[in-house]
């Protein structure tokens, strides 16, 4: 639990037993292992994957249940904060009052709740007309753009990064994944400053959730918007990546995959730069060109 003490986020004795729980972000299985010599029994490793349910409340409010999200279960409170910000529930780490994230109970099973108080009541109207356009997003990519423009305008201008730090990013990505490591089935995003130093790494088996983990971090540090920085995530760039990205004013976002068209339809409009396909020192630039120096 976060409490909020004289104007600061203190880490409770609970959350610290969080903290010595994040294994739980992998489970051992047994399994066959069938090769040119034989079969053979021995034990592997999977990505955890368990849901989450985050919840809000406000003053003599019940708590209103917002979400279930899949994740790897660690760093549950960042990943709360970053999706309330990133899908525009709340604006500021001053909103938050206190947050209770991955209880365990009695038996020592988690209960798999995020529940978020804030200094205000919470209006469950915005919440159920954000989800309307997110849900529509295959079906009408216009509701789904102008449901961002609420909440955000576009991205400022600049910076501008050289092509020669851009293609280092895999890389220092690659070399920090623990988890993947371990076992070959999780998604990373890593936050790079625009000298391409890696300042934070986030893994789940949600691409997305990866994503609000380094958001909420920010937020929850009192850092709202990451401008002035480099975001590269493990796989491909969806609408919802973009759409956290253009909320949390992220200038750059590469991957080692592809784009979707309507997470470049959001780039487009907010003013975020896309890289994909970043591999082997090559890369296509999707939107926003300006933003990288392609002669170093």
């Known amino acids: ?32 292992s069938v090769r040119e010599d ?62 209770e994230a991955n209880t365990l109970r009695l038996d020592g099973q988690p209960c798999n709740t995020a529940t978020v108080t804030l200094a205000h009541q919470f209006d469950l109207a915005p919440l159920k007309r954000n989800f309307y356009a997110t849900s529509s997003c295959g079906i009408c990519g216009k509701a789904s753009l102008e449901q961002i423009a609420v909440h ?19 890389q220092a990505l690659r070399q920090t994944q623990q988890l993947f490591d371990q076992t070959g089935g999780l998604h990373a995003t ?19 959730n990866a994503v609000d983990k380094v958001v909420g971090h920010h937020v929850l540090a009192g850092k709202s918007s990451l401008a002035n920085h480099v975001l590269m995530v493990s796989g491909r760039l969806s609408f919802e990546i973009l759409q956290k990205a253009a909320m949390a004013r992220v200038p750059i976002v590469c991957a080692v995959s592809a784009p979707s068209s309507l997470a470049v339809q959001v780039a487009q409009r907010f003013g975020v730069t896309i890289i994909g396909f970043l591999r082997d020192r090559h890369f296509n630039v999707y939107t926003h060109p300006e933003r990288i120096a392609l002669d170093c």
């Open 1 to 32: 639990m976060l409490s909020n003490q004289k104007g600061r986020l203190t880490f409770s004795q609970q959350n610290m037993n969080d903290r010595r729980h994040q294994h739980r972000g992998v489970a051992e299985t047994s399994l066959l």
């Open 38 to 99: 034989g079969v053979h029994n021995r034990t592997d490793w999977l990505a955890a994957e368990e849901p989450l349910e985050i919840r809000v409340q406000g003053p003599q409010q019940d708590a209103l249940s917002v979400a279930v999200t899949m994740r790897t279960p660690g760093h549950d409170d960042e990943l709360t904060i970053g999706f309330l910000y990133t899908e525009g529930l709340i604006h500021s780490r001053a909103e938050i009052v206190n947050i």
């Open 152 to 170: 955000c305008d576009p991205v400022a201008p600049g910076p501008v990064i050289p092509r020669s730090l851009i293609v280092s990013l895999p």
């Open 190 to 208: 890593g936050l790079f400053d625009i000298f391409g130093r890696l300042l934070l790494v986030r893994e789940d088996v949600g691409r997305h």
